[in-house]
């Protein structure tokens, strides 16, 4: 389970150091003003509602990604967990027929 949350971790550090700014001062500028002006400057992160859709969506299907994978692998570990049941189960049955036909053996050796 480590290992899904570093790499959870990684790609989220991935995809936001991919995100390009327009240099700090005109961000900053710009986000304290009206929201259109904000809005005008296209290479600006934090103001550019676009980016952040894209962001968001990114996240959210890396978030999915992990939630399959950690249900595959519960399904997984329920799946072998269940084979070594019906192992167990199927033993016990043939241990039983094996049991009774000797009893059987014996009782016809008997007559």
Request: charged share 25%.
């Amino acid at each position: 389970m480590k290992q899904y949350f570093l790499i959870i971790i990684i790609g989220i550090t991935t995809l936001l150091s991919s995100v390009h700014c327009a240099p700090e001062d005109n961000c900053t500028k710009l986000s304290n003003t009206d929201c259109q002006t904000c809005l005008s400057e296209p290479k600006c992160a934090y103001c550019n509602f676009r980016i952040w859709i894209i962001i968001v969506a990114v996240v959210v299907g890396v978030v999915l990604l992990a939630i399959i994978i950690a249900v595959c692998c519960v399904c997984r570990k329920c799946k072998h967990h269940s084979i070594r049941k019906e192992e167990r189960r199927q033993q016990t049955e043939d241990q039983r027929i094996g049991e009774r036909m000797e009893e059987r053996r014996a009782a016809a050796e008997a007559r």
